[in-house]
């Protein structure tokens, strides 16, 4: 079993999972960068290969270790420090291109797993309450994170065409959220006053961080074939979870919103990707029913109760307490309750 991705967070508990059981031979992780020793030591009797799944030694590992279940969960977020776009793109896209030819020519490779995204659906005020894997996004995604993965998907149905008796698995995933993984929606929700998107609400489905982790593992050691929307029960508005968070919601225009980051120093808004934006401008809603009658997959945590989970074990420091805004709503009901009686 080879995972690639092994330095991130992902790859690297997937691998410290997949080591754990005794049913699992061996497990080989792969990774350009070598993991933190804190994960090498969670990692346990799995083999770390330093390698570039865009380089040729990628099938070396695969044909010497007889490799037959693979799992890609290497797929960049956002641009490199030290790159630009197009660095991105050829290490997504390329690196899953080469990474998939070498599945295909491997007669050993049975199975494939694919850490996707639901940003292939794309935010948009047209989009429906709930997309279902047969959906596509109703505006294209103009995300780079968003492009690559819709390839990445496309290269990973054409390697299941060409080898039928290869079992290719899609795990389109919310934004991931939790005490150990600073994501996009923990990082826009840590700072004490949050901007919003002036007139929007963006209903935001999560997905803790452990029930990803358990996902994949169900995927990689009994899951079939197929596609699969992987989130949490419920949703959370945008304003609420910033209320929840302790934080303080400022209505700002869509179009001053990347300004934003340019002009407030030290703004956590600079580090956001235009497809992140547009996420909390609208949000996305998932149709889960593929994951429990098909996948067999059960999410222990709900959206609040991940995003609760992450508040409390974020350390984030509140600018309004909790109290008081019980305390300030109580007052506004009681205030509205006396003037709707004088009338």
Request: glycine residues 10%; proline residues 6%.
């Amino acid at each position: 079993m080879l995972v690639t991705g092994a330095s991130r967070f992902l790859g690297g508990y997937l691998v410290a999972r997949l080591a754990q059981d005794p049913g699992i031979d061996r497990v080989i992780a792969v990774d350009a960068q070598s993991p933190s020793k804190d994960m090498l030591r969670r990692m346990g009797r799995a083999e770390f290969v330093r390698a570039d799944i865009r380089n040729p030694l990628i099938g070396k590992v695969l044909r010497g270790a007889k490799v037959d279940t693979v799992v890609h969960a290497a797929t960049m977020v956002k641009p490199p420090k030290s790159g630009a776009r197009t660095a991105m793109k050829d290490m997504n896209v390329l690196g899953a291109m080469q990474l998939f030819a070498v599945c295909q020519k491997s007669p050993d490779v049975r199975k494939v797993v694919v850490r996707s995204t639901a940003a292939v659906y794309g935010c948009s005020a047209k989009d429906p309450a709930k997309f279902s894997e047969e959906m596509s996004a109703r505006r294209p995604p103009q995300g780079g994170y968003a492009r690559d993965s819709i390839e990445i998907e496309g290269y990973a149905r054409g390697l299941g065409r060409r080898r039928p008796e290869i079992a290719v698995s899609l795990l389109r995933m919310a934004p991931l959220i939790g005490p150990n993984l600073h994501g996009s929606v923990s990082r826009y929700l840590h700072s004490p006053v949050v901007p919003m998107i002036l007139g929007r609400d963006a209903r935001m489905q999560l997905l803790h961080e452990e029930d990803a982790l358990a996902a994949l593992e169900r995927a990689t050691v009994a899951g079939p074939a197929g596609t699969f929307n992987v989130a949490g029960d419920g949703v959370v508005m945008l304003s609420q979870a910033i209320r929840r968070a302790g934080g303080v919601a400022v209505p700002v225009p869509f179009q001053l919103l990347g300004a934003l980051g340019r002009l407030v120093p030290a703004s956590r808004m600079r580090e956001f990707t235009q497809e992140q934006l547009e996420y909390f401008q609208f949000g996305c809603g998932l149709d889960t029913t593929r994951m429990r009658a098909e996948l067999g997959f059960e999410p222990r945590w709900t959206t609040m109760q991940a995003l609760d989970d992450m508040i409390s074990g974020a350390a984030i420091r509140p600018l309004v307490s909790k109290d008081w805004l019980r305390s300030a709503e109580f007052r506004i009901q009681e205030l509205v309750g006396v003037s709707g009686g004088a009338r």
